[in-house]
């Protein structure tokens, strides 16, 4: 999947992923709705790339628009950087030639975009070299926002100024917002109006973030599976009942091994005689002290215990708990035992 080539009008903020790292290009390809992606000798060099031709030339497959730098110490030397780009393979439709501005980058700018070339002067600090850029014909003008605020600069209104000046004069050119250092960045690109914007892609992962978002997400995932999921997808069935022969101290290894507050006591024909659950277990040491080992299921009182069919909702489930005021419900399949449900397993 290749990025989405925006439309040529300015009617949308062009978002651009910064990075030349490949796994990270090849995530942002899957948005599918990224204009294309800027790249850096800087970046180049961080991620250890030696072979900076072959790294453009594999990049260029996930993207359909690939900024890369063409630099040089001369106009013609500019200009041949650009045109050795294109001949080693990158699509010249496809391309923009970042040229850091300067006044052999804003001939050079002119040369190539002249020749049908698309081209980003940046490294912009100062509106006269925005200006500059502009009369150049530059397709891209960038100031590079985080660099600036850094010097203590007003990076914020400079962009301001740049894209203002477009708007009066008619200029064509494209003002980027780059050296993106945190999400607000994004927020004052929006609110100034330029035309596009190049993020790293830790920052735009978190671009969809929002501490509420998630709570109402979760809580949405949570209600969903209340209404969904059926009491046998959650229930345990095993080491959860046993015969009404066994002893207490049987039933208390059996709940130990359960990790479940209960087990449920059958009788000789498999029919539910009761719960057994820790809270009886309290209850017979307070009455009998710690002398009820020995002491057989089948001599505690029968009951009816709760039941609760095992195709019912979990919020079924939960209602029943609140209502008899009980922590374990016995599941039932037609009546007969299918295992035991605990509360916390249900919320």
Known sequence: MKFITQRKNIDNMELYLDSVNLEEIKEGSKLGYLTGLTTTPTFMLREGIKDVDAQMLEIAKYVDILQVEALGDSVDEIVDEAKRLVSIGLDKTKTVFKI???????????????????????????????????RAGA????????????????????????????????????IMFSSVRNVEHVKNALHIGVHTCTVPWKLMKK??????????TNQFVVDTRLVTTKVEEVMKKEDVKISGNAKVIDAVLQMSKSKLGAVAVLDDNEAIYRIFTDGD????????????????????????????????????????CRERHVDNLIATNNGDFAGIVDIQDLI
Do not use: W
């Open 139 to 174: 397709t891209y003008v960038c100031p590079l926002v985080g660099r600036l605020q850094d010097q203590g600069h007003d990076a914020l209104g400079l962009v301001k100024e740049c894209v203002e000046i477009t708007q009066k004069y008619g200029y064509k050119s494209k």
């Open 100 to 134: 850091p501005i300067s006044l052999d980058g804003t001939i050079a700018c002119k040369r190539l975009t002249d020749e049908g070339f698309m081209v980003n002067l940046h490294l912009v600090y100062t509106v006269q070299q925005a200006y500059m850029a502009f």
């Open 207 to 216: 671009l969809t973030d929002n501490h509420f978002t998630a709570i109402g």
């Open 281 to 320: 277990l309290r209850r017979l040491i307070e009455q009998n002290g710690q002398d009820i080992h020995a002491l057989k299921l089948s001599e505690l009182e029968g009951q009816n215990p709760i039941t609760i069919d095992a195709e019912a909702t979990l919020q079924d489930a939960i209602d029943l």
